[in-house]
């Protein structure tokens, strides 16, 4: 039982992390009504960013503050270049735009930083802490407990600006319907800058968490495919359900990892490793199968 218990904190905490990265996908979604393919492209970007200042001599403060400056940038970039041309446009238009743009992102940013994997280094050291868990015999990681604490904190002011305040309040209008926001006089153009924006800080606090932990490198690019399964069970829609999506999906697949492969070669015989690769694309669809929208998503009925 101690031993399930510590492999279920870790993957609870390690669906922190992933709750990160879905965060974006969310901003994105509840803006445009789009799927934003340039996600992963956008955390590479952001700790490229970072790592590259400094490189230059940059304090890591002033290394936050360039990045956040280079985000921001992009995404207005995006909003007066890409996302201004396709206003009423089919939402797959949009979802191919982004793809382009994932790209266009992949390519730049090596060109400009470098390509070779670095090490960043946040000042926050991935070893256990001394805790009430570690006189049972459990360890907690201080990078983990550090990520869960940035997250909750990202989530909680996000739900609170979407639900109270009025930019929030028109992003939720634009999200519904384009022409009936610009006719009741909601600015599309800033309303999709300041989102953009947005997402590209969730970005830049990703960007730099998976770049402590596993090195600043194109792999970071990938961190969107582990996001799919965090959306689907909690919801394209939802900044809560990105956190419960990722809480589900980080322990599920550490479960899965340790105790469905002794069943399957008991059973079966043979290897089955690798598991918590493929385990959270299974769930998701059999998630879909039972409730598509997500477990925070609006319900979507047609009427004929």
Not at 216 to 236: E, H, N, R, S, W
Not at 252 to 267: D, F, H, N, R
């Amino acid at each position: 039982m101690q031993f399930f218990f510590e492999v279920l904190i870790g993957g609870l905490l390690s669906g922190i992390m992933y709750s990160l990265v879905a965060l974006g996908f969310v901003l994105i979604y509840k803006a445009s009504g789009v799927f934003n393919f340039a996600q992963g492209a956008m955390v590479y970007l952001a700790a490229l960013s970072v790592v590259g200042c400094m490189e230059k001599g940059a304090p890591l403060w002033l290394a936050l503050i360039l990045a956040f400056a280079v985000m921001t940038l992009f995404g207005i970039a995006t909003e007066k270049f890409v996302l201004r041309k396709l206003v009423n446009q089919p939402p797959i238009a949009l979802f191919m735009a982004t793809i382009g743009l994932a790209f266009f992102v992949e390519g730049l940013a090596p060109m400009v930083f470098g390509s070779d994997p670095r090490a960043l280094d946040l000042g926050i050291v991935d070893e256990p802490i001394e805790s009430i868990l570690e006189s049972a015999g459990m360890v907690i990681s201080k990078f983990d407990l550090v990520a869960a604490g940035v997250a909750a904190v990202l989530v909680t002011s996000l739900a609170l600006f979407f639900q109270y305040t009025r930019i929030g309040r028109a992003l939720r209008a634009v999200a519904d319907d384009h022409q009936a926001a610009l006719s009741i006089g909601i600015p599309l153009q800033h309303i999709w800058a300041i989102v953009w924006g947005v997402a590209g800080f969730v970005a830049l606090v990703a960007g730099m968490l998976w770049g402590a932990r596993n090195g600043v490198q194109f792999a970071l690019t990938f961190t969107a495919l582990k996001a799919l399964p965090v959306l689907i069970l909690g919801g394209f829609t939802s900044v809560p359900g990105a956190i419960v999506g990722g809480l589900i999906i980080g322990a599920s697949e550490k479960l899965a990892e340790i105790y469905i492969p002794p069943v399957m070669q008991s059973l079966f015989g043979g290897n089955f490793g690798g598991i918590e690769g493929w385990f959270p694309y299974v769930l998701a669809l059999l998630f879909l199968l039972v409730r598509p929208e997500g477990l925070f998503g609006e319900r979507h009925i047609d009427r004929v």
